[in-house]
């Protein structure tokens, strides 16, 4: 499963993390310095929509099963006292599979699963990972994995995995030490 968490702090900021992949067209991924789009995701139940902008006005995002999302849930607490309010994982997936991922891995009250089903979020920041053999096993589109530092809604930081899927620069205590 390919996912991504976010972060909120005290001061608006948040980190995120996620697997995305990249169009062929000439649009380009989110920079440092932009807002978060507004996009609707589900948390809980498909009538439970979140507003991405109106929730991060920062952000963080973790992605695998066994190191990412794991990662990122054992160190809410620094991160809390790090300042950040939120911890949140998006995935390009249904949020009956966030809710059961979440927990399966004792997310609740550390880290919000978000679901962006129809990768409407992804998109917007054009982080969707361009790889033809996971899209053959996974069957859609997923995200690139990385970590995003936001403020009031604005990124400050965005650490993306070279490869798209890599465990460097994403992982909870990398990105922990740099913000």
């Not at 499963?1 to 995305?20: E, G, H, P, Y």
Request: with cysteine.
């Amino acid at each position: 499963m390919i996912s991504t968490t976010l972060l909120q702090k005290a001061v608006r900021a948040s980190l995120c993390i996620r697997l995305l992949h990249s169009t062929r067209n000439t649009s380009m991924p989110i920079q440092v310095g932009q807002h978060l789009p507004d996009v609707l995701v589900q948390e809980g139940d498909p009538g439970n929509s979140i507003s991405m902008a109106e929730l991060f006005r920062g952000a963080f995002t973790p992605g695998c099963s066994k190191t990412h999302l794991p990662g990122f849930i054992q160190m809410a607490g620094d991160l809390r006292a790090r300042g950040v309010d939120e911890i949140a994982c998006v995935s390009v997936n249904d949020v009956f599979v966030m809710s059961a991922w979440g927990k399966e891995n004792g997310a609740d009250g550390k880290v919000r699963m978000l679901a962006d089903p129809t990768g409407a979020f992804t998109k917007a920041v054009d982080l969707f990972l361009n790889n033809d053999h996971l899209i053959q096993v996974l069957g859609n589109l997923r995200s690139q994995r990385y970590a995003m530092l936001i403020e009031d809604g604005v990124v400050r930081k965005l650490n993306v995995e070279p490869d798209g899927t890599g465990l460097t620069c994403s992982l909870a205590p990398n990105f922990l030490s740099e913000i």
